[in-house]
């Protein structure tokens, strides 16, 4: 298969990233791409796009026996918080919680290009409504 089989692959060049030959995708936005794609898969199958009635949030919770996963959504999204460990109704868990600047200025564009009625409807509807209830605080800052 030689280069013909790059036929039809598109790149986006990111901000500060520099475009090499048609085809190429950096080490460093296939990483971002894995990051975003290991979070969206984490809200939607474990998380959830709310508020706590002034302000949306994402919330995220895991037995702590996900130590490490969490430790490492800390890393890579550290405008976010883990907090815990929580021994609660017999869960013993770790809670990773997105709001205020970061959730807005961050996380909502990866949402807004990841996360999709066709990917998961649930989560879909639940991102939606969070955006809609909390339209004033996210709204980008100027």
């Not at 013909?4 to 520099?18: D, I, K, N, P, Q």
């Not at 990051?35 to 796009?49: N, P, R, S, T």
């Not at 959730?103 to 996360?115: G, H, K």
Request: charge should be neutral; include cysteine.
């Amino acid at each position: 298969m030689g280069s013909a089989s790059l036929t039809g692959v598109f790149h986006v060049v990111h901000y500060g990233e520099t475009a090499g030959f048609v085809g190429e995708v950096s080490p460093s936005s296939m990483a971002e791409d894995f990051d975003a794609g290991v979070l969206i898969g984490l809200l939607i199958g474990e998380g959830h796009f709310g508020g706590d009635g002034r302000q949306p949030q994402v919330t995220l919770r895991m037995h702590v026996r996900h130590t490490a996963l969490m430790e490492w959504l800390d890393r890579t999204f550290p405008g976010g918080r883990v907090y815990g460990p929580y021994n609660h109704g017999g869960r013993h868990y770790l809670q990773w919680m997105a709001r205020g600047a970061f959730l807005r200025d961050q996380l909502l564009p990866i949402f807004d290009e990841r996360l999709s009625v066709q990917l998961d409807e649930y989560s879909w509807n639940r991102f939606t409504k969070m955006c809609e209830t909390y339209a004033r605080q996210l709204r980008p800052s100027r």
